[in-house]
Each structure stands twice: as structure tokens, then as C-alpha cells.
């Protein structure tokens, strides 16, 4: 994550500090006495009666620290003030450190008295706080092995190359290499022994992570900024996990009907055999929370894919399929790998023709530039819900009659369409379309009485 800061005026000494863009003084503060023993714990409060930052009525205190150059010192906050701003100054109010919320990374450039200022981020921000000081060793290359977590800096230069570390697996595993930093956007990059990963935001925000199987040997890891003179402070962490029971990482292992799967992608998408033993409607799910899923099968007549037909970043197909053996591919969008469900289901479905009932689910078939258009009919009033579903086209709904006209694209997930609505007594047209009228392919259409 990134964090745009304003300048703010922190009072220092008892005299009144004026940084970039602040054009207004404000309440001074008596000086606080250096600490020079590491580590250390300092304890505060933000209060009505804390100094004043006119410029937008923030409330701030500071605290003295006796540093020594080309030491690297970490600051980290904790207690009811949630990430206060955090800026180091020298004695003559020059800024040296952050500002930064919630934690600072920091390396002098000579010994001497420095001024730790803690603000709040906002003039309603008050609370205690406590920040814990302590000296930290800088790892910018070198040897690694699992089990590492560690601090690095990196620096901008002409022809930079990035941070480099090897890494020494002797167990061949599962791992997972993390890499943050809230001073610049990450790119974690993976090199050796057939493996040549890279991700940009695996982890989430501006953070990067690669999750995959790692044999035994030497890889290098490279640290580095998604912009060209990135730089500052990450951390980079290389942990072992287990392998979930129950996981089959062999090419073409087989996946029944009516079993829940679970899976990992890791360097590599998984594919599995399914034999379809009578024809139905197939309802293939992919779900996980580590990432973007995106499924994919082929068999007789069938060649379809889904990203996020189940909602949100699952996937689900829906085809009719006939007898036979199938392809089945569970792979994802993007980089970032992980475990995910895989589970399938196959039931008797009748084809859709003229009429459709409630609790009725029917399959229908589109040509190109055509809709599909069924009678609807409801004998008792109430609230129904109404799902067109296709994995190959953009699905459009629409109901017509009883003074009502609706009309859904998307309200399913994914290209799926859906309308939840209280339907009177009667009848109404239901049109089964594509977006634009330009899909082709199958569909299931279902309607039942909403819970």
C-alpha cells in the first residue's frame, strides 16, 4: 500500500516548526530528554490540551532520541491511537524519516539528537499511545533459506538490478514468499531450476507473493520496485507449508461427480478427468479465497470457460453435457497462487420449450442474433426469483407482462442474469437473450419461489 502525506508542523524544542506547506505557527512544546539506550519504549497520549497544528488542528508530541549514523532503527506504534504519523527531524527541524503511518524505518547520516514527533492524522484522532524503538539489521543480499524473515532497503540507481539473495531449499515442498513494503510498490521475482515466476500484487494492495513447489536446490530472489527508481524499506519472508490432505498434484487425476476436491496451483494449473456416465446438466464449481479462479472444460460438443460466474472471483460453468470423458483445467487470473474447492454436479434437466413453471429448470440453445421466449405462468402471487446461466455468452433477461417490463444482465455473478421480484397472478413473457445479440451457445433457465 501507498500512502500520499500532507506536511505537517510538529513543535520541536519550544519553538515552532513550519514545514512544506504549513503557513501558520503553532503551539509549542516542552523538549522531552534524548533517549540513547536501545531498545526503548516510549508512552504518550494525544489530548485536547496536546500542541496544535493549526494547518488542520491535529494534535502531536515528540520525544528525543540520542542516534548514531549508519544505524538502522525501526519504530513501530500500538494502543487506542490507530497508526499515528510518524516523522524524525534533526535539531534544526530538518526532516530525516517518513512521515509514515503507523511504523518508521530509519538510518541516520551522522551521530547526534534527533526529535521523534508522533501526530495525529486528523484533528478528531486522540488516544495513548506507545512506539517501541529498537535497532534492526538491513539484509540487501546474501544466503536465505526457509524460515527467513527479514528487513531490506532498496536504493535507486542508474542500472539497477534489484536486491539479489539465493535461496537454499534442501527439502523439496510447498512455499511462499512474501514481500512487503509501505514505501513502495513490490516486485518479487523467482529464478532457478526450471522456475521463472514474477508477481506484482499477489499479496494484496501494492505487495507481492509467490506461492508454488519448490524441488531441492539454489534459486535467486530478486527484490525490486514495479517503478523505475523505486525505493525503501520491505520485508521479504520465506516460510515452508504443508501440503493440504487430501491434494493430488498428478497431471490428469480423476474427479468424481458429487465429491468436493481440494486443490493448489502452485507454479502451475491443475487439470483432472471427469467421466460423465448419463447426460444432465453439469455444474462445475472453483472457489477459493486466495485467487482469481478461472475453470475451464472440454469434452463432446463442449469447449467452454468461466472466471467469475459464481460471484465475486469464483467460478462456475453450467453445460449440458452427454455421456463421455472430459477435461476439466483449474487455473487462475493473474499470478497469485493458492487452494481452492472443486466440486461437480450433474441432474436431469428437460429442454425448455414454450411454457416454463415455478420450481421448473430448463436448458435451451441460442443461435447467433436470436433470443429464446417462453410463457411464464404464476397461479398464486408472491416474490420469485428468475436465473438465466450460460458459461458460453452474456446472458440477458427480460419479463414482460402484468404491467411490468425487467430487464437483468449481470445480477448473478459473472455474465449471469437474474431477476428477484414479487410477481402477481398471471402471465408473462420470458425472453432468454445475449448481450447485444451476439452469443451463441447453451443455457439453463430457472424458476423458483424466493425464500
Sequence with gaps: MRFAFRAVALPLAGVAILLSGCNEPRQAEPASAPVAAMPATLKGELTSQSAVNLNDGSRSQSFGLQLQADTFYRVSSSGALQEPVLLLLTEDNRPVGGPRPGKLYIQPEQDGTYRLAVSGRDAKDFGPFQLEVSTADVT?????????DILGRLQAGDARTGNQYTLKIADEGLYEILLRSDELDTLLKLRG?????SDDDGAGNTDSRLYTRLAAGDYQVIVDGV???AQGIYTLSI?????????????????????EYTGLLAGQAQTYRLVIEQAGLLELSMRSRDMDSLLELHGPGVAVRDDDGGGNRDALISAVVEPGTYRVKASQLGSQDGIFSLQAQISPVSPLGEHVAPADT????LATGEAHRSRLQITESGLYRIGLRSSEFDAVLRLDGQGLMMEDDDSSGGTNAML???????EYELVSGSYGDEGQGGFVLSVSAAL
Excluded: C, F, K, M
Design 239 to 259: 516460510t515452508q507449508r504443508q501440503l493440504p490432505d487430501g491434494v493430488d498434484l498428478s497431471d490428469g487425476a480423476a474427479l468424481e461427480v458429487g465429491r
Design 362 to 365: 430448463r436448458v435451451g440453445r
Design 227 to 229: 517503478e523505475e527508481r
Design 193 to 197: 531450476n526450471r522456475i521463472n515466476l
Design 140 to 148: 540487501n543480499e546474501g544466503e536465505l533459506h526457509p524460515g527467513a
Design 420 to 426: 428477484e421480484l414479487y410477481l402477481e397472478a398471471g
